[in-house]
């Protein structure tokens, strides 16, 4: 999932009140102001308001907006309750950028297990999430990586329960595969998980080698590349002398995502 890298996170809604708070006057009309107590009711004040930390293993019933966004107030809820997101990994000190979107990355490749084409042909994504300003103003210093899986476009999927470390090597993952509801290409195209109603489904991928100048190296390029790697996939997992399948190669936008590679697809069997 691509995101603009801003981060920040809103935890607390009570700053207002607190800072108000401070701010209200005794019945002492002494002119002469405690330096002492001044301090330490600033002090008391900015520790109040100083965002939580989240914590690993917390769940939350986040929709596929919340998982774009930088930054979320969402309240964790019970892990047993029906919960789209969970966090895997906490850090405490501040980062940005493809130095977060990478350390999540990493983080929630290794809860999920498996190898790297397990993951990329499965519908679990990691999100990341940071303090925003005004917390950050106040003293919050961490970024927060979740566990998601995409349902299909703009939907997230309820996660298992209960949701274990190494779960793309449980028979549950099956749910979490990638799978579509037409052929690449066509109209009625569109990824879903496998345990939705579909037609075709991921069988492998074909990693592309890019352009000279390392830039993407354009559809006709891509195009001729995979297609015959996935004509063999897909001859190697049918017993049918004709064999179907279909090629989808990345975007020039995917690609400058991370999208080196293409899909193989097959109709379902």
Not at 12 to 21: N, W
Not at 34 to 51: F, H, I, L, Q
Not at 64 to 91: F, Q
Request: some cysteine; aromatic content about 6%.
């Amino acid at each position: 999932m691509t995101r603009p890298r801003t981060p920040r996170l809103v935890a607390v809604a009570l700053a207002v009140a607190l800072l108000a708070g401070a701010c209200s006057g005794s019945e002492d009309t002494s002119t002469e102001p405690s330096p002492s107590a001044s301090s330490e009711d600033r002090s008391v004040t900015t520790a109040e308001v100083v965002p939580p930390t989240p914590e690993v293993g917390a769940c939350y019933d986040l929709t596929a907006e919340d998982a774009a966004a930088t930054s979320t107030d969402a309240a964790p809820i019970p892990c047993t309750d029906r919960h789209t997101a969970r966090t895997v990994a906490v850090g405490e000190r501040l980062l940005e950028g493809d130095a977060l979107a990478q350390t999540c990355r990493r983080r929630v490749a290794r809860y999920l297990g498996g190898d790297r084409e397990a993951r990329r042909l499965s519908r679990f994504t990691a999100v990341w999430f940071s303090p925003d300003d005004d917390a950050v103003t106040a003293g919050a210093a961490w970024f927060r990586c979740d566990l998601v899986a995409v349902e299909r476009s703009g939907v997230l999927a309820a996660l298992p329960t209960p949701l274990r470390r190494g779960v793309l090597a449980r028979p549950v993952a099956r749910r979490y595969a990638l799978c579509a509801t037409a052929a690449p290409g066509t109209d009625r195209f569109e990824r879903v998980t496998c345990e939705q109603p579909h037609r075709w489904r991921a069988v492998t991928t074909v990693d592309l080698a890019p352009a000279d100048d390392g830039a993407y190296p354009g559809v006709r390029a891509v195009r001729r590349s995979g297609t015959p790697a996935c004509r063999d996939a897909a001859r190697r997992i049918s017993s049918e002398d004709r064999v179907r399948f279909g090629f989808e190669w990345p975007t020039a936008e995917q690609w400058d995502a991370g999208q080196a590679y293409g899909y193989c697809w097959m109709p379902r069997g």
